[in-house]
């Protein structure tokens, strides 16, 4: 065995000897194949570091651009519009109203349509699904008239212009669980170009109009008005905001001279007493009462029939107003809502161009900014604030036509 060993050894040696090329052959493709591998080694690293290294940090800085908040939110902003259209309505509409009942729908009645023609129809929004169905008419053919939504969820139209041209001393109810019209009693003076308020009483405050400074309250639970005091001055296409404080802020206006006074009436008294003027003459201007119950006026027109890009605050706890940012665009006949996180968002209206500009502004720094523009130039629209957030912006003049589309602010 040992021998046998010792023998295996010597042969396993002279075969060695004996295949002495193959041995050698073996080595070089060994090295070779070394090198290959150093080689191949050197080249994925190569790889790693120098080709791929671009994408290893593009995709190391994407991760960084999404997560850093101030970039991503402006280039959103910047890209996104934040207008996407919803159904349209059945009627093309101008100096309509809209109405956001207490179910969530919205109840759009009248105005103008096409060639002029005043509207009795009226058309109902279903935010749930983005569309329109006509409901019943009003009774009497109306314009320059006001809506409002009740707290019993009913909704009063007061008032207007006749199809005789005639001031109407009428008011009929809507009731949207039935979806028909009823008529209630009559007001105490035919108004048109006035103000309707739901007070947190639930009674409504009708202010001016072609009535000059006289005003009035509709009791829901009767269904009867009764005057009440007289405005300090005569007003019409003035705005009314009823206050944190349950007074309500009358602004500007004017029946014959146009105003930059605005006046307070105190429920509790039924009497009205002036508070501090506005810097500006303002006419066909917006009221919003923002969530920190100060009041924002924006735009209008003044005395020498300007545009006016200007809006100011007002401070109940101080009675004062103040100049706060000016609009990117001068504008009347526009609209302006309060958004659920504090912003107004102003829409649209003429300032010797048809507007298809839209703004917010911010309370927390009293500044604008510009947001995508509408889908479609408006002017004479109307603007709701939905339940779920969105504004629903319907119908008014492009410059050319009357139009019955309607979109969605998010
Ligand atoms: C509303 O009135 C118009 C005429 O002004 C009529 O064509 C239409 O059928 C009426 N709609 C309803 C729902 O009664
Ligand atoms: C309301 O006024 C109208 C005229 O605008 C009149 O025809 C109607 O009879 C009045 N209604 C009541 C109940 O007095
Ligand atoms: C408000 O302005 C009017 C003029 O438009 C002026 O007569 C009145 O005195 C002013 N009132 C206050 C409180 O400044
Ligand atoms: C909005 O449209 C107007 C023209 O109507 C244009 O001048 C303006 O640049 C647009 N603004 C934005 C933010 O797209």
Known sequence: MHTNQVYRERVTVNNGSHKWWHHRWFKIIGIFVIILIVFAVILALLLNFVVLAPDKSETSTTPATSSSPPQTTTTTTTKKSEWSVTGNMNNVRRDHTASVLLNGKVLITGE???????????????????????????????????????????????????????????????DPSTGTWTTTSNLTDAREWHTASVLSNGKVLVTGGIAGNSAELYDPSTGIWTTTGNMIQERAHHTASVLSNGKVLVTGGGLINY??????????????????????????????????????????????????????????????????????????????????????????????????????????????????????????????????????VTGGFDGSSVINSAELYQ
């Open 112 to 174: 103008e349509g096409i060639s002029n023609i005043i509207l009795n129809s009226a058309e109902l929004y279903d935010p749930s699904t983005g569309t329109w169905t006509t409901t019943s008419n009003i009774t009497n053919i109306r314009y320059d008239y006001t809506a409002s939504v009740l707290l019993n969820g009913k909704v009063l139209v007061i008032g207007g212009e006749g199809i005789n041209n005639n001031a109407l001393n009428t008011a009929e109810l809507y």
């Open 259 to 392: 105003l930059n006074s605005a006046e307070l009436y105190d429920p509790s008294t039924g009497t009205w007493a002036t508070t501090g003027n506005m810097t500006n003459i303002r006419v066909y201007h917006t009221a919003s009462v923002l969530l920190n119950g100060k009041v924002l006026v924006t735009g209008g027109d003044d005395i020498n029939n300007i545009v006016l890009n200007s809006a100011e605050l007002y401070d109940p706890s101080t009675g004062t107003w103040k100049t706060v940012g000016n609009m990117a665009n001068a504008r009347y006949t526009h609209t302006a809502s309060v958004l659920l996180n504090g912003k107004v968002l102003v829409t649209g209206g003429y300032n010797g161009n048809y507007l298809d500009s839209s703004e917010l502004y911010d309370p927390s720094t009293s500044t604008w900014t510009t947001t995508s523009n509408m889908t479609n130039t408006r002017s004479d629209h109307t603007a709701s604030v939905l339940s779920n957030g969105l504004v629903l």
